[in-house]
């Protein structure tokens, strides 16, 4: 699934703008700050499978650095901006 094929109203980016910050969802929140996935998933697929094995958008902010650069879809540059 790609954010582009979801309807603009579905798309977290657009209802940020849209609608303000307060509507978003955790895992939408963090799409919007990921920008892209990878070839396998969208943002928000991403967003979600990485606040599912964490616990919640705290515990994956709560994670060791070491820790958070093993996670499939962080790399340095996302959780430098992340911390």
Partial sequence: ??????????????????????????AEVLAVFLGTG??????LVTAHRLIRRCGGLRGLLRQ??????????IGPARWARLV
């Fill in 1 to 26: 699934m790609r954010l582009a094929d979801l309807p603009p109203n579905d798309r977290p980016r657009e209802r940020l703008l849209a609608q303000g910050a307060h509507v978003l969802t955790d």
């Fill in 38 to 43: 990878n070839a396998r998933e969208c943002a």
């Fill in 64 to 73: 060791p650095t070491g820790a958070a650069l093993a996670l499939p879809g």
